[in-house]
């Protein structure tokens, strides 16, 4: 039964990613191993939450060998009075989770790519469930920006809620590498340019532009 849950997880969540138009995570093995590891300790300690073991989830992906640049999870546990059916408790983890704005977000997150999940008990009435989400370090979004413009710019770079300005004198070339969408744009300019994948940019006098 345990099996049945821990597949149908995988395949609700991606059919609710796919009605928001967003791809499919897919299964990663050193993240199925951080999922099994956690939901046992919970389990065989009953200790509940996301640092219940001492550790950040991200922590725990590293140790299980998932090399990140993003990790997300979700946990929930249930407590049964009466028959277990592998239903209830798809239901009550993958829709309480729906229900839930912050697990709702990691589920809808457009930036991961892969998940790893568990369910375990040891007395066949409390459950604990993990979901993780994850983006591999490999998949880290690299950006290069060079000035061919005549003047100095200031480029505005924003992801994940963090914003930097940076100076860029003509002829100028700038690295960076980022794990989240990352939104640019000049300063006192309004257009911008979203990237969700690797690029290399120039900047002109009219502006950002893919080389």
């Known amino acids: 039964m ?8 995988v395949e609700q969540t991606n059919a609710f990613r796919k009605e928001h138009k967003l791809d499919a ?10 999922a099994s590891d956690f939901a046992n300790f919970m389990a065989k300690t009953s200790k509940y939450g996301h640092n219940a073991d001492g ?14 640049c993003v990790v997300r999870e979700n946990i ?9 059916t592998a239903e209830s408790l798809i239901d009550i983890f993958v829709q309480g989770w729906i229900d839930s704005p912050p697990h709702r977000e990691n589920m809808l997150a ?12 040891t007395d066949d009435v409390t459950y604990y469930a993990v979901q993780l989400f994850g983006r591999p370090k490999s998949q ?20 994940n809620d963090s914003q930097d300005e940076i100076e860029m004198p003509p002829r100028t070339i700038i690295k960076m590498t980022r794990c989240f969408p990352t939104t640019l744009w000049l300063k006192d300019s ?20 893919r080389k």
């Open 25 to 34: 995570v897919t299964g990663d093995e050193n993240l199925m191993k951080c």
């Open 140 to 159: 880290a979004i690299k950006i290069q920006i060079r000035n061919e413009s005549s003047e100095l710019q200031t480029l505005i770079s924003e992801a």
């Open 190 to 209: 309004e257009s911008e340019m979203r990237l969700t994948e690797s690029s290399d940019l120039v900047l002109t006098e009219d502006g950002i532009q």
């Open 110 to 121: 457009e930036y991961v790519t892969d998940t790893g999940v568990a369910v375990a008990t």
């Open 55 to 68: 550790q950040t989830p991200a922590q725990r992906a590293k140790a299980a060998g998932y090399e990140y």
């Open 76 to 84: 929930a546990y249930r407590t049964n009075t009466g028959d277990v």
């Open 2 to 9: 345990v099996h049945q849950v821990k597949r149908a997880i």
